[in-house]
């Protein structure tokens, strides 16, 4: 081959090189720039910022189309829900409003009939007015915080708290009750610290109290103990009550749920089902271990410092 020919095969594979390091650069800047459009919309669509523009009928212009289609979809559907979400606050609040005056009234008229002189079965009457207005009252209090925590309307701020201090106002909460029916209470305070929501997992704990008390015969014993985990902090309320069957144990924490074998006592079923939102809403877990005439143990394990 002579000398000519090499310099200018020579010359055109050096051309193929460049063009084909120039399109391979070419293509990199495209995809670059494809990806940095798309960043760009998402970005915006986070911002709820994003308006679509007018685009040609390349392939690309097709999939922004799609995208720009999708997006719109999704801030919509984002509107629609804040609206409903706005709806059913404001209708909590007036259901809350408008029940908390008529229900405090009948309480107050029905003590002050009680403060009267009147026959047997007129003082029957009264009384069972002043229970089922409290029963409705603690209803629909329970209700309002449920559609509250449920719908986000109230979010819950976990932080350091000793656990002992929280466990002692609820302790502080259910004693009166538990005088009555003479039902000894064991409770040593320690030391550890949790991440949690003390108002609201005061409340969560009380539910679990309350029903410790309610289900207990007289002179029965309510025993609670606090231990570290490797992760979580430890909270066992446990009972000598009626205990339930393994399938209850199943269903307790549902809403509304109501043994049969305890439809003489009062209550709604919700109490227990608010609870575990609460104690779940906290990243926290429950347990419960319950042997029907031996008792039942409520474990409650909240997030720990570890």
Request: with cysteine; net charge negative.
């Amino acid at each position: 081959m002579r000398m000519n020919d090499i310099f200018f095969w020579g010359i055109v594979l050096v051309v193929i090189c460049l063009a084909s390091a120039a399109f391979v650069c070419y293509k990199s800047y495209e995809i670059r720039r494809i990806m940095e459009r798309m960043d760009r919309m998402i970005r915006e669509a986070e911002k709820s910022e994003f308006q679509e523009e007018v685009y040609d009928e390349s392939l690309l212009s097709a999939l922004e189309t799609r995208l720009a289609a999708y997006l719109t979809a999704s801030q919509t559907a984002e509107q629609k829900l804040a609206e409903e979400k706005e709806k059913v606050k404001k209708l909590i609040a007036d259901i809350s409003h408008q029940t908390k005056t008529p229900v405090s009234n009948i309480l107050l008229y029905g003590q002050l009939l009680l403060e009267k002189e009147l026959p047997e079965d007129a003082v029957y009457c009264a009384e069972e007015l002043n229970r089922q207005a409290e029963k409705l009252k603690f209803l629909i209090a329970s209700l309002v915080k449920t559609s509250r925590l449920e719908t986000g309307i109230f979010v819950l701020h976990p932080e350091k708290n000793p656990v002992s201090l929280m466990l002692e106002g609820a302790v502080d909460q259910m004693m009166p009750k538990a005088r009555k029916k003479n039902i000894a209470v064991e409770f040593l305070p320690g030391e550890q610290y949790a991440v949690f929501d003390r108002k609201w997992t005061e409340e969560a704990v009380g539910n679990i109290l309350d029903n410790a008390v309610k289900y207990t015969p007289n002179g029965g014993k309510i025993r609670i103990d606090i231990q570290d985990t490797e992760l979580f902090v430890r909270i066992d309320i446990a009972d000598t009550g009626i205990g339930m069957t393994e399938e209850e144990t199943a269903k307790i924490f549902q809403r509304f749920y109501r043994s049969r074998n305890v439809s003489d006592q009062e209550g709604v079923g919700i109490g227990l089902y608010l609870t575990r939102e609460i104690i779940t809403e906290e990243s926290g877990y429950m347990k419960v271990k319950s042997q029907v005439g031996k008792g039942s143990v409520f474990s409650v394990y909240l997030p720990g410092l570890f």
